[in-house]
C-alpha cells in the first residue's frame, strides 16, 4: 500500500504517480474525505467519472467506495471528459463531483478533479482534505451511501448541439492524440453538421501516437498536415480529459488560445456590451486592449483554472481563458471549462465567413516565445521569485504587475516569471513587437534572474 504524500495535493487538483505516490487505497481515502467535506456543505450526492487511462477503473472504484462509506450517493458517469462531470454537477441533483484524471500528464500519472457544492476547490481546501486524510479521523457513517451509474453522453451532446449552430456546412479534422475526449468529439460535431476527419480519437491510456497536450507545438504536427493536405477547413486538438482545445489553420498556422479569446471575447461582448472578460497572466499584450475595442473590461488575474473559474464567479464576467487552453464560458453555458464546447463555440464563429483561416489569421500577433520552464528544487522556485520581487530592477519598463510571479510591461513587449504551482518550475513568457524587442526583453530577464541565482540553467 502506497504512503500517503503530501505532494501530491497540488494548488488546484490531486496528481500522483501509479504507485508510487497514487494507488488505490489514496483513492479510497481521498472518498472518505472528500464525501465528509461534502455532506458539511449539505451535499448528500456525488458525481465521478474518469478519463481513459489505464488506472481509471480501479482508482474510481475506491474512490466511490471511500464516498458511499462516508454516508455520499455515487453517481457514477463511467468514462467520459473532465467537463461532462462538471456538467453533471449542473444538469444531474448533485453539485459536487470528481473526475479521476491525469489531464496531460504521462500514462503512469492519475490524479483528481474536485467541485464541491458547485465551487472548484483549490489552495487551502484541497489542502484541508490532505490534513483530514493525515489526521485518521474518519469514521464511516452508520449507514452507506448509494452506488448508481449515468449515462450523460446524449444529454450532453443535445445541449451544446441544440445551443451552438454553425451557419454552413463546414469540414474539419480533429485530433484527440487518443485522450478520452475522442470517445466525444467526434459525434458531437456530427451532430452539430459538420464533417469530421477523425484522428486518435481510439481512446487509448498508453497515448501511443503522441502526447496529448495541444499547447505543446510537437503534438500538432499530424493535424497540421491532415489539415493541410486534405479538404478541412481548420483542425481541433484536444488534451487528454477534453477541458482544453488546440486550433490550427489550413496554411498550418496554430492559434494559441490567447488569440482564441480574442474571437470569443468580440462575440460574447456583442451581446454582453460592458461585461469584464478575464484572461491570466501568460496572456497577450493583445488582448487586453482588444478587450477593450470591443466594448469590454479587461481583467489580467492569476494562472490556474481553479483560480480563474472562481473569480469568473466572483466577478460574474460571461468569459475567462488561461494561455494553457482552458477556456471557461458563462455566456450560455455554466461557467467551467470545456474543450469541446470551445470548440463547437469556435465553429459557429467561423462558419460565419467563407474562409476560417484568414480571419483566425488576421487576429493580432506578435513575437513570442512559448511556456518556458526554469527547473528548480523543490520551493526553489517561489523563493526566487520573491527574491526578483525584493531586488530585480527593470529599466524602461513601463509597470510590474505582481499578481502572480512578476510581469514586466515594456512599450514594446512583455516579460514573465512565475513559480509554478504545480511542479518546482519557475515558467517564463516572452513577447516583443519585434524579434530584437523579445531578445532585449530576454536578455533582461537573464540579468536580474543570473543575478539573483548565478548557477540558474536558464531554457532560453
Keep these: 500500500m502506497v504512503p500517503l504524500s503530501k505532494t501530491i495535493f497540488k494548488a488546484y487538483d490531486i496528481r500522483g504517480i501509479l504507485d508510487k505516490t497514487l494507488d488505490a487505497g489514496i483513492a479510497r481515502r481521498i472518498g472518505q474525505a472528500f464525501g465528509v467535506a461534502a455532506l458539511a456543505k449539505g451535499e448528500r450526492k456525488v458525481v465521478i467519472g474518469r478519463d481513459g487511462r489505464l488506472s481509471g477503473p480501479s482508482l474510481a472504484q475506491a474512490l466511490a467506495a471511500g464516498l458511499q462509506e462516508a454516508g455520499v450517493d455515487v453517481v457514477d458517469l463511467g468514462m467520459v471528459a473532465t467537463p461532462m462531470v462538471y456538467f453533471g454537477t449542473n444538469v444531474l441533483d448533485a453539485r459536487s463531483g470528481i473526475m479521476v484524471t491525469g489531464s496531460h500528464n504521462p500514462p503512469d500519472y492519475n490524479g483528481f478533479k474536485m467541485v464541491l457544492a458547485g465551487e472548484a476547490i483549490y489552495g487551502d481546501a484541497i489542502q484541508g482534505l490532505y490534513q483530514f486524510i493525515e489526521d485518521g479521523k474518519f469514521a464511516p457513517a452508520a449507514s452507506a451511501g448509494a452506488y448508481s451509474t449515468y449515462d450523460i453522453k446524449r444529454e450532453y451532446i443535445e445541449r451544446i448541439a441544440g445551443d451552438v449552430r454553425i451557419a454552413r456546412p463546414i469540414k474539419i479534422a480533429i485530433d484527440a492524440g487518443n485522450g478520452v475526449a475522442g470517445a466525444f468529439a467526434g459525434d458531437l460535431f456530427r451532430a ?3 464533417d469530421v476527419t477523425e484522428l486518435f480519437c481510439e481512446v487509448d ?8 497536450d495541444p499547447a505543446h507545438p510537437e503534438n500538432l504536427q499530424d493535424l497540421i498536415e491532415a489539415v493541410r493536405t486534405g479538404d478541412a477547413e481548420i483542425g481541433l486538438a484536444f488534451d487528454g480529459d477534453g477541458d482544453r482545445l488546440g486550433v490550427v489553420t489550413k496554411d498550418g498556422n496554430i492559434i494559441f488560445p490567447d488569440r482564441q479569446m480574442m474571437l470569443f471575447a468580440a462575440d460574447v461582448l456583442s451581446r454582453n456590451p460592458g461585461a469584464e472578460i478575464l484572461y491570466d497572466v501568460k496572456c497577450t499584450r493583445h488582448l487586453g486592449p482588444w478587450i ?33 487552453g ?3 464560458w458563462k455566456d450560455r453555458w455554466y461557467g467551467f471549462d470545456d474543450g469541446l464546447y470551445t470548440g463547437a463555440r ?32 523543490e520551493g526553489e522556485n517561489f523563493a526566487l521569485i520573491e527574491k526578483l520581487r525584493k531586488e530585480a530592477t527593470f529599466p524602461g519598463a513601463e509597470r510590474v504587475n505582481d499578481i502572480d510571479g512578476l510581469r514586466v510591461e515594456y512599450p514594446d513587449g512583455f516579460g514573465l516569471a512565475r513559480g509554478s504551482n504545480t511542479t518546482p518550475v519557475v515558467v517564463l513568457r516572452f513577447e516583443g513587437e519585434t ?14 534572474i543570473l543575478a539573483a541565482k548565478p548557477d540558474a540553467r536558464l531554457p532560453f
Excluded: Y
Excluded at 310 to 319: D, I, Q, R, V, Y
Design 346 to 377: 469556435l465553429l459557429e464563429i467561423l462558419t460565419r465567413v467563407a474562409d476560417p483561416s484568414a480571419l483566425l489569421n488576421s487576429l493580432p500577433i506578435a513575437s513570442s516565445t512559448p511556456e518556458l520552464h526554469l527547473h528548480l528544487q
Design 205 to 212: 491510456g498508453r497515448f501511443p501516437n503522441h502526447h496529448p
Design 292 to 324: 477593450e475595442q470591443h466594448g469590454g473590461r479587461p481583467l489580467m488575474w492569476k494562472t490556474g483554472h481553479s483560480l480563474v473559474k472562481a473569480k469568473l464567479k466572483e466577478t460574474g464576467a460571461p468569459l475567462g481563458g488561461e494561455m494553457s
Design 435 to 448: 524579434p530584437e524587442a523579445l531578445a532585449r526583453i530576454q536578455g533582461e530577464f537573464a540579468r536580474v
Design 326 to 328: 482552458h477556456i471557461f
Design 192 to 194: 452539430m453538421g459538420c
